[in-house]
């Protein structure tokens, strides 16, 4: 395969916005896509599904939770592409009490909120970020990475202390501090001291933030890297989107929900912006005052 093909990746595409996006990457993005899944037979269901409308996306297993499965995907776009041209880190997961919550439904969880917590930081923060760390060093000039948040991270932010809205918007954050202030929420809901600590009880928010900051602060730090100019960073929200994470509650189809997803992967060379920004229906949001 010729080095020089242009390759698109996203994570947790073998349904709901994740496979929506491939789908309109298999129709606008000059490369191959690839469509990838913590389960195989799930996401090789899922490129079949997408045969059968006539699109030809590849498959490539990662479960973003396991440092093996992302150092294999890495390995191989390094030897079959020699780099990465779009990244879309879309997988997550979100506590169903939490998502019930947000549609006024109130239900108590199976497991504890610590656990629920710590489960959903660990993936939508870590295990996103350790995709991030070891894809990063393969995007080419001109990648655009996008970060799925939430306008969840709107909602949740002013139910904030000042003291933390401050180190959220603060804008020199860099990762060690942005590590540190998103360990310390971890670390109350250990204590159970989130709201003391300034925090809201709402971990999937929570972690949504987390993923803005931590995208506001990779497109700050890829600028500085003049060897390989223009690449973009951005989070955004899909919308309220009718999928398996939502109990189909969300009012937008999957493929309605994948297009701001597929405006910031498909942004073109040297746009002015947006960079390191947070997006919803294509256009940027700031956090509230
Ligand atoms: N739906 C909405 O209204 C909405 C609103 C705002 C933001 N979002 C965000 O949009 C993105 C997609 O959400 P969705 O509604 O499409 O959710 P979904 O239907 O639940 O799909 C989530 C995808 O992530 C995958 N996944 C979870 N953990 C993974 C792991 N460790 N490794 C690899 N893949 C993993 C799932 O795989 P399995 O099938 O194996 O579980 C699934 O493919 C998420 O980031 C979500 O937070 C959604």
Redesign the pocket.
């Known amino acids: 395969m010729a080095l020089t093909k242009r390759v698109a990746v996203v994570?947790?595409?073998?349904?709901?916005?994740?496979?929506a996006i491939v789908r309109g990457l298999c129709k606008q993005f000059d490369g191959d896509v690839y469509l990838?899944?913590?389960?195989e037979s799930?996401g090789m269901k899922a490129v079949e599904d997408l045969k059968k409308e006539g699109l030809n996306p590849l498959f490539h297993q990662?479960?973003?939770?396991d440092p093996t499965s992302i150092q294999n995907l890495k390995t191989f776009l390094h030897k079959q592409y020699g780099g990465l041209d779009v990244l879309i880190n879309?997988?997550?997961?979100?506590d169903m009490t939490e998502v019930l919550s947000f549609y006024g439904i109130t239900q108590k969880g199976d497991i504890s909120y610590a656990k629920q917590a710590e489960n959903t930081m660990k993936?939508?923060v870590w295990?996103t970020l350790a995709v991030c760390d070891a894809l990063f060093p393969l995007l080419r000039p001109h990648a655009r990475v996008v970060n799925?948040?939430?306008?969840?991270s709107t909602m949740i932010y002013p139910k904030c202390s000042k003291a933390i809205k401050g180190r959220i918007r603060d804008p020199d954050i860099t990762m060690d501090q942005f590590k540190k202030l998103f360990r310390e929420f971890e670390a109350a809901v250990t204590s159970d001291t989130v709201e003391e600590k300034g925090w809201a009880k709402v971990a999937?928010g929570v972690s949504?933030i987390a993923v803005r900051v931590m995208s506001y602060i990779q497109g700050k730090d890829l600028t500085k890297d003049t060897k390989r100019p223009d690449i973009v960073v951005n989070s955004c929200?899909?919308?309220?989107?009718?999928?398996?994470?939502?109990d189909h509650r969300?009012i937008?189809t999957?493929d309605e929900?994948a297009e701001t997803p597929l405006y910031l992967a498909l942004l073109p060379p040297n746009v002015m912006g947006p960079r390191g920004e947070f997006v919803k229906d294509k256009q940027i949001e700031q956090w509230p005052v």
């Open positions: 994570t947790g595409s073998n349904k709901g916005i994740g496979f990838t899944a913590r389960n799930r990662l479960d973003i939770s879309n997988a997550a997961i979100a993936v939508n295990d799925i948040s939430s306008e969840a999937y949504k929200c899909p919308g309220d989107v009718d999928t398996d994470m939502t969300g937008k999957i929900g």
